[in-house]
Protein backbone atom coordinates (compact mmCIF):
# COMPACT_ATOMS: atom_id res chain seq x y z
CA UNK A 1 0.00 0.00 0.00
CA UNK A 2 1.05 3.62 -0.93
CA UNK A 3 2.50 5.59 2.09
CA UNK A 4 0.89 8.52 2.49
CA UNK A 5 1.83 11.39 5.36
CA UNK A 6 0.34 14.08 6.08
CA UNK A 7 2.03 17.26 6.81
CA UNK A 8 1.26 19.94 9.02
CA UNK A 9 3.09 23.03 8.07
CA UNK A 10 0.67 25.32 10.45
CA UNK A 11 2.43 27.99 12.77
CA UNK A 12 1.25 27.30 16.54
CA UNK A 13 -0.58 31.00 15.91
CA UNK A 14 -2.76 29.07 13.20
CA UNK A 15 -3.83 25.82 14.69
CA UNK A 16 -7.11 28.27 15.92
CA UNK A 17 -7.00 29.63 12.66
CA UNK A 18 -10.70 29.78 11.62
CA UNK A 19 -11.60 28.44 7.84
CA UNK A 20 -14.88 27.11 6.11
CA UNK A 21 -14.79 24.03 5.56
CA UNK A 22 -15.96 22.10 2.53
CA UNK A 23 -19.53 20.91 2.93
CA UNK A 24 -19.94 24.57 5.11
CA UNK A 25 -20.24 22.63 8.52
CA UNK A 26 -17.47 20.05 9.86
CA UNK A 27 -20.13 17.39 10.72
CA UNK A 28 -21.14 17.23 6.98
CA UNK A 29 -17.78 16.11 5.37
CA UNK A 30 -18.88 12.36 5.53
CA UNK A 31 -21.62 13.34 2.96
CA UNK A 32 -18.94 15.92 0.99
CA UNK A 33 -17.87 13.11 -1.64
CA UNK A 34 -21.29 11.50 -2.08
CA UNK A 35 -22.98 14.86 -2.30
CA UNK A 36 -20.29 16.38 -4.91
CA UNK A 37 -20.24 13.05 -6.85
CA UNK A 38 -24.24 13.32 -7.10
CA UNK A 39 -23.78 17.27 -8.42
CA UNK A 40 -21.51 16.29 -11.07
CA UNK A 41 -18.46 18.30 -9.89
CA UNK A 42 -16.52 15.38 -11.19
CA UNK A 43 -17.06 16.62 -14.10
CA UNK A 44 -15.84 20.28 -13.43
CA UNK A 45 -12.64 18.51 -12.09
CA UNK A 46 -11.76 16.58 -15.39
CA UNK A 47 -12.30 20.21 -17.20
CA UNK A 48 -10.24 21.85 -15.53
CA UNK A 49 -7.39 19.08 -15.37
CA UNK A 50 -7.77 19.39 -19.39
CA UNK A 51 -7.55 23.41 -19.45
CA UNK A 52 -4.45 23.03 -17.44
CA UNK A 53 -2.47 20.68 -19.25
CA UNK A 54 -0.24 19.19 -16.78
CA UNK A 55 2.46 17.45 -18.55
CA UNK A 56 4.33 14.13 -17.08
CA UNK A 57 6.60 14.78 -14.11
CA UNK A 58 5.66 18.51 -13.65
CA UNK A 59 5.38 19.82 -10.21
CA UNK A 60 1.26 20.81 -9.33
CA UNK A 61 -0.32 22.55 -5.85
CA UNK A 62 -3.74 22.32 -5.05
CA UNK A 63 -4.68 24.50 -2.83
CA UNK A 64 -7.89 23.76 -1.05
CA UNK A 65 -7.92 20.16 -2.08
CA UNK A 66 -10.02 19.27 0.68
CA UNK A 67 -10.50 15.18 -0.14
CA UNK A 68 -8.35 15.20 -2.86
CA UNK A 69 -10.93 15.22 -5.61
CA UNK A 70 -8.92 17.95 -7.73
CA UNK A 71 -5.37 16.09 -7.30
CA UNK A 72 -6.92 12.65 -8.03
CA UNK A 73 -8.48 14.02 -11.55
CA UNK A 74 -4.70 15.04 -12.07
CA UNK A 75 -3.22 12.09 -11.57
CA UNK A 76 -5.72 10.46 -13.52
CA UNK A 77 -4.69 12.39 -16.33
CA UNK A 78 -1.00 12.51 -15.33
CA UNK A 79 -0.34 9.36 -13.58
CA UNK A 80 3.96 11.27 -13.30
CA UNK A 81 2.34 14.51 -12.01
CA UNK A 82 3.93 15.43 -8.75
CA UNK A 83 1.40 16.78 -6.87
CA UNK A 84 0.98 18.36 -3.50
CA UNK A 85 -2.88 18.74 -1.77
CA UNK A 86 -2.97 21.50 0.22
CA UNK A 87 -5.68 22.57 3.14
CA UNK A 88 -6.71 23.63 6.54
CA UNK A 89 -9.04 20.27 7.38
CA UNK A 90 -7.20 17.49 9.02
CA UNK A 91 -10.40 15.59 8.47
CA UNK A 92 -10.55 16.04 4.80
CA UNK A 93 -6.51 15.65 4.45
CA UNK A 94 -7.06 12.00 6.11
CA UNK A 95 -9.61 10.65 4.06
CA UNK A 96 -7.48 12.27 0.95
CA UNK A 97 -4.45 10.27 2.37
CA UNK A 98 -6.93 7.26 2.89
CA UNK A 99 -8.15 7.19 -0.88
CA UNK A 100 -4.70 7.71 -2.47
CA UNK A 101 -3.13 4.35 -0.31
CA UNK A 102 -6.64 2.59 -2.14
CA UNK A 103 -5.75 4.11 -4.95
CA UNK A 104 -2.29 3.71 -4.71
CA UNK A 105 -1.04 7.18 -6.18
CA UNK A 106 1.54 8.88 -4.84
CA UNK A 107 0.31 12.36 -3.47
CA UNK A 108 1.86 14.63 -0.99
CA UNK A 109 -0.81 16.38 1.59
CA UNK A 110 0.15 19.34 3.81
CA UNK A 111 -2.01 21.02 6.22
CA UNK A 112 -1.83 24.93 5.63
CA UNK A 113 -3.43 27.92 4.47
CA UNK A 114 -3.89 29.32 0.90
CA UNK A 115 -1.55 32.14 1.61
CA UNK A 116 1.58 29.71 2.26
CA UNK A 117 1.83 27.55 -0.85
CA UNK A 118 4.21 24.42 0.36
CA UNK A 119 6.94 24.98 -2.32
CA UNK A 120 10.69 26.83 -3.13
CA UNK A 121 10.18 30.39 -5.05
CA UNK A 122 9.55 29.37 -8.47
CA UNK A 123 9.86 25.64 -8.58
CA UNK A 124 5.91 24.50 -9.27
CA UNK A 125 4.41 24.50 -12.96
CA UNK A 126 0.90 24.31 -12.09
CA UNK A 127 -1.19 25.89 -9.39
CA UNK A 128 -4.52 23.94 -9.33
CA UNK A 129 -7.96 25.31 -7.30
CA UNK A 130 -11.63 23.61 -7.15
CA UNK A 131 -14.59 25.24 -5.44
CA UNK A 132 -12.14 26.46 -2.63
CA UNK A 133 -11.20 30.35 -3.49
CA UNK A 134 -14.50 31.50 -2.37
CA UNK A 135 -13.91 29.51 0.62
CA UNK A 136 -10.81 31.85 1.69
CA UNK A 137 -11.44 35.39 3.38
CA UNK A 138 -10.78 38.39 1.56
CA UNK A 139 -7.86 39.46 3.04
CA UNK A 140 -5.83 35.72 2.45
CA UNK A 141 -7.60 35.35 -1.31
CA UNK A 142 -4.78 38.10 -2.36
CA UNK A 143 -2.01 36.78 -0.20
CA UNK A 144 -2.75 32.99 -1.51
CA UNK A 145 -2.36 35.46 -5.30
CA UNK A 146 0.73 36.54 -4.28
CA UNK A 147 2.29 33.21 -3.19
CA UNK A 148 1.09 31.41 -5.99
CA UNK A 149 3.13 33.90 -8.14
CA UNK A 150 6.01 33.24 -6.22
CA UNK A 151 6.27 29.42 -6.20
CA UNK A 152 5.32 29.23 -9.75
CA UNK A 153 8.11 29.34 -12.51
CA UNK A 154 8.23 31.72 -14.90
CA UNK A 155 5.55 30.48 -17.46
CA UNK A 156 3.87 28.51 -15.15
CA UNK A 157 0.47 28.24 -14.67
CA UNK A 158 -2.35 28.97 -12.60
CA UNK A 159 -6.01 27.24 -13.06
CA UNK A 160 -9.12 28.19 -10.83
CA UNK A 161 -12.40 26.43 -11.09
CA UNK A 162 -14.84 28.30 -8.69
CA UNK A 163 -18.37 30.13 -8.69
CA UNK A 164 -17.90 33.25 -10.74
CA UNK A 165 -18.42 35.85 -13.55
CA UNK A 166 -20.87 38.10 -13.50
CA UNK A 167 -23.87 38.17 -10.49
CA UNK A 168 -26.62 36.56 -11.41
CA UNK A 169 -30.41 37.98 -10.67
CA UNK A 170 -32.33 38.29 -7.66
CA UNK A 171 -33.19 35.79 -4.93
CA UNK A 172 -36.48 34.45 -5.44
CA UNK A 173 -38.86 34.82 -2.78
CA UNK A 174 -40.66 31.63 -1.19
CA UNK A 175 -43.94 30.26 -2.01
CA UNK A 176 -44.00 27.38 0.04
CA UNK A 177 -42.71 23.64 -0.28
CA UNK A 178 -44.59 22.72 -3.95
CA UNK A 179 -42.82 25.84 -5.46
CA UNK A 180 -39.65 25.21 -3.66
CA UNK A 181 -39.04 21.40 -4.49
CA UNK A 182 -40.51 22.39 -8.70
CA UNK A 183 -38.16 25.00 -8.67
CA UNK A 184 -34.98 23.41 -6.71
CA UNK A 185 -32.27 23.11 -9.35
CA UNK A 186 -32.82 27.00 -9.77
CA UNK A 187 -33.79 27.95 -5.85
CA UNK A 188 -29.74 26.24 -5.37
CA UNK A 189 -28.77 28.05 -7.92
CA UNK A 190 -29.77 31.47 -6.62
CA UNK A 191 -29.14 30.67 -3.01
CA UNK A 192 -25.45 29.94 -4.27
CA UNK A 193 -25.21 33.23 -6.06
CA UNK A 194 -26.29 35.16 -3.79
CA UNK A 195 -24.39 33.93 -0.70
CA UNK A 196 -21.94 36.44 0.80
CA UNK A 197 -19.00 34.07 0.82
CA UNK A 198 -19.48 33.03 -3.30
CA UNK A 199 -20.32 36.92 -3.48
CA UNK A 200 -16.36 37.47 -2.98
CA UNK A 201 -16.02 36.13 -6.52
CA UNK A 202 -18.86 37.77 -8.16
CA UNK A 203 -17.79 40.07 -11.28
CA UNK A 204 -14.47 38.51 -12.77
CA UNK A 205 -12.91 38.89 -8.99
CA UNK A 206 -10.91 35.98 -9.95
CA UNK A 207 -9.47 37.35 -12.87
CA UNK A 208 -9.07 40.90 -11.13
CA UNK A 209 -7.38 38.73 -8.20
CA UNK A 210 -4.76 37.35 -10.24
CA UNK A 211 -3.78 40.27 -12.21
CA UNK A 212 -3.31 42.54 -9.45
CA UNK A 213 -0.75 39.90 -7.80
CA UNK A 214 1.09 40.80 -11.19
CA UNK A 215 -0.13 37.24 -13.18
CA UNK A 216 -0.26 38.13 -17.22
CA UNK A 217 -2.85 36.96 -19.15
CA UNK A 218 -5.55 36.53 -16.71
CA UNK A 219 -8.63 35.92 -18.20
CA UNK A 220 -11.91 33.39 -17.72
CA UNK A 221 -10.98 30.49 -20.44
CA UNK A 222 -14.30 28.86 -19.94
CA UNK A 223 -17.81 28.11 -18.10
CA UNK A 224 -20.13 25.94 -17.04
CA UNK A 225 -23.22 25.91 -16.21
CA UNK A 226 -23.62 23.62 -12.99
CA UNK A 227 -26.69 22.91 -10.98
CA UNK A 228 -24.99 24.85 -8.01
CA UNK A 229 -24.11 27.88 -10.20
CA UNK A 230 -21.81 29.38 -12.89
CA UNK A 231 -18.82 28.23 -12.63
CA UNK A 232 -16.16 29.97 -14.33
CA UNK A 233 -12.76 28.43 -15.31
CA UNK A 234 -10.03 31.28 -14.90
CA UNK A 235 -6.25 30.93 -15.81
CA UNK A 236 -2.98 33.13 -15.60
CA UNK A 237 0.18 32.75 -16.46
CA UNK A 238 3.62 33.78 -14.78
CA UNK A 239 5.26 36.31 -16.36
CA UNK A 240 8.32 35.37 -17.94
CA UNK A 241 10.72 38.58 -17.52
CA UNK A 242 13.31 39.02 -20.55
CA UNK A 243 17.00 39.46 -20.37
CA UNK A 244 18.17 43.08 -20.94
C1 LIG B 1 -15.82 23.16 -1.37
S1 LIG B 1 -14.29 22.52 -0.76
C2 LIG B 1 -13.43 22.10 -2.28
C3 LIG B 1 -12.55 20.91 -2.09
C4 LIG B 1 -11.93 20.35 -3.39
N1 LIG B 1 -11.05 21.32 -4.00
C5 LIG B 1 -12.98 19.91 -4.35
O1 LIG B 1 -13.06 20.45 -5.46
O2 LIG B 1 -13.75 18.99 -4.00
C6 LIG B 1 -13.40 23.98 -0.22
C7 LIG B 1 -12.11 23.65 0.52
O3 LIG B 1 -11.40 24.86 0.82
C8 LIG B 1 -10.75 24.67 2.06
N2 LIG B 1 -10.35 25.95 2.65
C9 LIG B 1 -11.06 26.79 3.44
N3 LIG B 1 -10.30 27.85 3.81
C10 LIG B 1 -9.08 27.67 3.23
C11 LIG B 1 -7.86 28.42 3.24
N4 LIG B 1 -7.76 29.58 3.89
N5 LIG B 1 -6.81 27.93 2.55
C12 LIG B 1 -6.92 26.76 1.85
N6 LIG B 1 -8.05 26.02 1.80
C13 LIG B 1 -9.12 26.47 2.48
C14 LIG B 1 -11.78 23.90 2.89
O4 LIG B 1 -11.20 23.26 4.01
C15 LIG B 1 -12.32 22.93 1.85
O5 LIG B 1 -11.63 21.71 1.86
Known amino acids: MTDIRILDQRTPEERDRAFLPGAGKTWLLPCYDVMTRVAGVRALHERAVKLAGIEPGQAVADVGCGTGNLSFAVLAATPTARVTGLDPDGDALRRAARKARRRGVALTLVQ ?133
Open 112 to 244: GYADRIPAEDATLDHVVSSLALHHIDDDSRGAFALDALRALRPGGRVTIADFGGQAEGHAPHSHGWAHALRHLPSLLRSRVAHSPVVARNHDDAIVTLLTEAGFADAREVAHADHAFGRISFVQATRPVLRQE
